[in-house]
């Protein structure tokens, strides 16, 4: 009587085992390795050198022509010194325009890209765009292999992303992690942040490279972390499509091309939304217009309460500046506004944004 019972526990410990290898071959459909996705998008990612002079003070008692006969010309501290600091940059075109953060080239003196297959070449800045942290270079070589561009729209939080770049100067390394969140802002980096968040580890020289998903396309550019003294693994990039843009309006016009409705707004608190019946609870008051600006012209009010631009729901002033500036001048803007406890719609043709000075 015994073994028809250890027979039977056997069996259904069998049956089990077999159930859950099952449930797992049938449940985990990514790929067991990310070098395919490596190998379609590391060529395009390039190490970015860059130098410049920094000029220190002359020693006060120099300028004195009694004082100066005791200094050793010989042995007189160095009036300039470089400084060198590192980055990474992708390649977006074959015609050797590459998209890297503005901080990285700023104020640079010299250049220098080294690309996947060792080659060296100078690079010129095309230019910059400090409202997003991008920068354009320009490099004169024939050969190169442009990243695929992906569509960080689709992105989803949990998706699993890679980040290449060239941390600490160590060479050309990558990263794993996944999409932590999208449409990050409110962070103070920069004027426009609509940040991918990651926790694929992004380090001092990682900036400016690039955020691919398991295909190889690039979805970001690797940008900030939280911070730089602690290891959170919290990193921010830049959507790709952002990045895109900025780069093309720079080639076409030497500048980024934005829309620009001439408001200025604040969020609406929740209490207050609510209390006007806006469901969600959300939207802007805008506090300010820019007279004669696209605002004033089409008739909107200090006091009137934005919920939606083209039919988009916003909810925080950067939210709203971002959709806007995706637009160009000319293009028409229409604004869901509550005045007076009544819901009207105002059409707004925009603008062009006046540069920062």
């Known amino acids: 009587m015994l073994f028809p019972s250890l027979l039977h526990q056997q069996d259904s410990s069998r049956k089990a085992t077999d159930d859950a290898d099952l449930i797992s071959n049938t449940a985990w459909e990514g790929p067991v390795s990310y070098a395919d996705a490596v190998s379609r998008a590391a060529p395009s990612v390039v190490n970015?050198?860059?130098s410049k002079t920094l000029t220190r003070p002359r020693h006060p008692l120099l300028d004195d022509p009694f004082f100066r006969r005791f200094f050793?010309?010989?042995?007189?501290?160095?009036?300039?010194?470089?400084?060198?600091?590192?980055?990474?940059?992708?390649?977006?075109n074959d015609e050797g325009f590459i998209l890297t953060n503005n901080h990285v080239v700023a104020d640079a003196d010299q250049i220098v890209v080294l690309l996947h297959d060792g080659r060296e070449a100078r690079a010129v800045v095309a230019g910059t765009d400090a409202e997003t942290d991008l920068a354009v270079l320009k490099i004169e070589l024939d050969d190169l292999t442009p990243i695929k561009i992906g569509n960080p729209a689709q992105s989803r939080i949990g998706d699993v992303v890679l980040a290449i770049g060239n941390p600490f100067g160590l060479g050309q390394s990558v990263s794993l992690g996944i999409i932590s969140a999208t449409g990050r802002n409110g962070l103070g980096l920069n004027t426009y942040e609509n940040f991918i968040q990651t926790d694929a580890a992004i380090n001092p020289g990682n900036s400016g490279g690039a955020l691919v998903d398991t295909?190889?396309?690039?979805?970001?550019?690797?940008?900030?972390?939280?911070?730089?003294?602690?290891?959170?693994?919290?990193?921010?990039?830049?959507?790709?499509?952002?990045?895109?843009?900025?780069?093309?309006?720079?080639?076409?016009?030497?500048?980024?091309?934005?829309?620009w409705l001439g408001v200025q707004a604040r969020q609406l608190s929740a209490t207050v939304a609510t209390r006007m019946g806006l469901d969600p609870p959300r939207g802007l008051i805008i506090t300010d217009i820019h007279l004669n600006g696209p605002a004033h012209q089409a008739g909107l009010r200090p006091g009137d309460v934005i919920t939606h631009i083209n039919q988009q729901r916003v909810g925080d002033g950067s939210q709203g500046m971002n959709i806007i500036a995706k637009l160009m001048p000319g293009d028409p803007i229409r604004?869901?506004?509550?005045?007076?406890?009544?819901?009207?719609?105002?059409?707004?043709?925009?603008?062009?944004?006046?540069?920062?000075?």
């Open 335 to 357: 604004i869901d506004v509550v005045r007076d406890g009544k819901k009207i719609a105002i059409t707004a043709i925009a603008g062009t944004r006046p540069q920062l000075q």
């Open 48 to 50: 970015i050198y860059t």
């Open 72 to 92: 050793n010309s010989s042995n007189l501290p160095q009036q300039q010194r470089m400084e060198s600091s590192l980055g990474s940059g992708v390649i977006i």
């Open 215 to 259: 295909s190889g396309n690039l979805v970001g550019i690797n940008s900030a972390i939280l911070d730089e003294s602690t290891s959170v693994r919290i990193g921010f990039a830049i959507p790709a499509d952002t990045a895109v843009k900025v780069l093309e309006d720079i080639v076409e016009h030497g500048k980024v091309i934005r829309g």
